[in-house]
């Protein structure tokens, strides 16, 4: 599975699209971002059927940036999702959104720049991964918040899971998170914002080897 992913976080279809084809050729991985308002004051597409038209092109994620992301898990899986990132600030009961995430695919929980490892209530053992921000969640385009970092070292410190992190990933940004232990990293503007998306792509996967 590849260290960089793709992140789009879009309000219309057509947008979403035109992203999945400029990927399609160099990454078989893409991370949704769905955003419902509620959590942060961003909107984004909510609807995951379309998604089912590329559901053999992609390994896709999602990270549900939404009250209550446990509903949203079955829909994402039947339009093809294989990996559910639920914002654990907004998730009412975290059992219970990773057994059905389990039961679909893979599962994490995302948390937000300023939120602690201590809300996380269950066993990183029954985690796939552990979603970081390194930016306020919600949109796209902000500048890498170091203070991720010292999360990132302090569960590398006790675990080897799977560390993934999003917001502000650029060459700079990619090497400092790595070296705190990341494991994988989201990336947007630093793809799609690039006149050559795939080159800019093969440098980052280059800089995580």
Do not use: C
Request: aromatic letters at 8%.
């Amino acid at each position: 599975m590849s260290k960089i992913i793709p992140g789009i976080l879009e309000k219309e279809w057509t947008e979403i699209e035109k992203k999945l084809e400029i990927i399609k050729s160099f990454s078989r991985t893409v991370h949704i971002d769905v955003l419902d308002g509620k959590f942060s004051p961003e909107t984004s597409f909510l609807d995951p059927k379309p998604f089912k038209k590329y559901k053999d092109d992609f390994f896709m994620e999602v990270h549900l940036m939404v009250e209550n992301p446990t509903q949203y898990l079955k829909p994402f899986a039947d339009s093809g999702f294989k990996r559910f990132i639920g914002q654990i600030e907004k998730i009412q009961d975290i059992d219970e959104f990773v057994a059905e995430g389990q039961l679909l695919g893979e599962v994490g929980l995302a948390l937000d720049i300023e939120t602690s490892m201590e809300s996380v209530k269950v066993s990183l053992e029954d985690l796939d991964l552990i979603f970081l921000m390194s930016v306020k969640a919600g949109k796209s385009g902000q500048v890498f918040l170091p203070e991720v970092l010292e999360k990132i070292k302090k569960i590398r410190e006790n675990s080897q899971i799977q560390i993934e992190v999003d917001g502000g990933i650029n060459e700079e940004t990619i090497a400092k998170a790595r070296q705190a232990g990341a494991s994988r990293f989201v990336v947007t503007s630093s793809i799609f914002g690039s006149l050559e998306p795939m080159r800019s792509y093969e440098k980052l996967l280059s800089l995580t080897a």
